[in-house]
């Protein structure tokens, strides 16, 4: 799979701390300093790293080439009300711009399946058939679901369209079961990839987002995951798209057209962001527990990119009217 950007296992390289910020702490000559990192920790930006040279007097932080956000950030442009979380980050100059409750732990809906996809993509290949087992006769009252049954198959690429566009939850459990082996054994690469990534106030017990105990993400830990999906070609491609055809073969060997449309109503034409940007793409996630949830992927005319998350926005026409409201702080 060609990625846009190989990131790879990236931590980072950010700027050195100087030796002598840490001298009372850690004495001198070619000791190594002691710094200790505790992975519950609040704010995921400030992972540590062992310097491979014992000798270099510098600490160095996961987040060289990211936006860092510990307390919320004010912007006279905006002010976020009526939604629990919100943030904007600049790619390009690594600012954030806005920040609400950005490191505060809460339900992410399907939000989550941007960490489904990534995973799948990084341990799966597209061309992969998946095969649907009884797991994907989900139950649960609101659930979407793409009507797929036991024994229908489809290919990996197929079914991360399905996923991403349409937010089927039944698609997830295939994805899950077809790249991770069963569920539990997808939702523990998940989390692994994930701490990887320095995403460390979020945790994963499902590939779909559906509401459970422990099932759980920050703003800024979405914003480290998107970005992260964003390297490879065929997210991007997918985000992008306002609606998906496909065919796939049922249990019996018949074959069975599925049509859908995003679910990200900027790019249906529903809502516009401001004049001077352009909607890229993103992922939707709603549920009662989380509320109407959404990060985008946008541009300026100028083509720097912006990533923005709401997330427990109580209504859809709430959650796009603060989102278009927050994008206003690109300038």
Same mark, same amino acid.
């Given at each position: ?9 990236k931590k980072g390289r950010i700027c050195a701390l100087f030796f002598c910020t840490f001298l009372t702490l850690t004495g001198c000559g070619a000791e190594k300093y002691e710094m200790p990192y505790d992975s519950n920790y609040q704010v995921s930006s400030f992972r540590l790293i062992q310097t491979a040279d014992a000798d270099a007097k510098v600490a160095e932080t996961f987040a060289a080439d990211l936006c860092v956000v510990d307390k919320d950030v004010s912007n006279s442009e905006v002010s976020i009300s009526d939604v629990a979380s919100a943030a904007l980050f600049d790619v390009n100059s690594l600012d954030t711009l806005y920040a609400k409750n ?17 995973? /799948? ?47 089927? &939850? ?13 569920? /539990? ?22 590939? &779909? ?63 516009? /962001? ?58």
């Amino acid at each position: 799979m060609k990625c846009t950007n190989d990131r790879g296992n990236k931590k980072g390289r950010i700027c050195a701390l100087f030796f002598c910020t840490f001298l009372t702490l850690t004495g001198c000559g070619a000791e190594k300093y002691e710094m200790p990192y505790d992975s519950n920790y609040q704010v995921s930006s400030f992972r540590l790293i062992q310097t491979a040279d014992a000798d270099a007097k510098v600490a160095e932080t996961f987040a060289a080439d990211l936006c860092v956000v510990d307390k919320d950030v004010s912007n006279s442009e905006v002010s976020i009300s009526d939604v629990a979380s919100a943030a904007l980050f600049d790619v390009n100059s690594l600012d954030t711009l806005y920040a609400k409750n950005a490191n505060e732990q809460l339900d992410p809906a399907s939000l989550t399946k941007v960490m489904t996809a990534l995973a /799948a993509l990084k341990h799966g290949s597209p061309e992969q058939l998946l095969t649907a087992s009884e797991n994907v006769l989900i139950t649960e009252p609101g659930a979407q679901l793409c009507g797929i049954k036991p024994g229908d198959t489809m290919t990996l690429e197929q079914a991360l369209h399905i996923l991403l566009l349409y937010s089927a &939850n039944d698609v997830a459990v295939m994805i899950a079961e077809g790249v991770g082996g069963s569920v /539990a054994g997808f939702v523990e690469m998940m989390n692994e990839e994930a701490q990887a990534l320095g995403a460390t106030n979020c945790h994963f017990t499902n590939p &779909n987002g559906l509401t459970e105990e422990g099932h759980y993400m920050t703003a800024y830990d979405l914003y480290l995951i998107f970005l992260e999906a964003l390297q490879y070609d065929l997210f991007n491609e997918i985000i992008q798209m306002p609606s998906y055809s496909m065919t796939y073969r049922t249990s019996d060997g018949s074959e069975r057209t599925l049509e859908v449309n995003n679910s990200n109503q900027y790019l249906l034409g529903n809502y516009a /962001a401001p004049e001077n940007l352009t909607v890229i793409g993103g992922k939707t996630g709603t549920t009662k527990a989380a509320g109407h949830c959404l990060v985008l992927l946008s541009k300026d005319s100028g083509g720097k990119r912006y990533i923005s998350v709401i997330m427990n926005a109580d209504s859809t026409e709430n959650l796009y009217g603060k989102m278009t409201q927050l994008l206003g702080a690109v300038q």
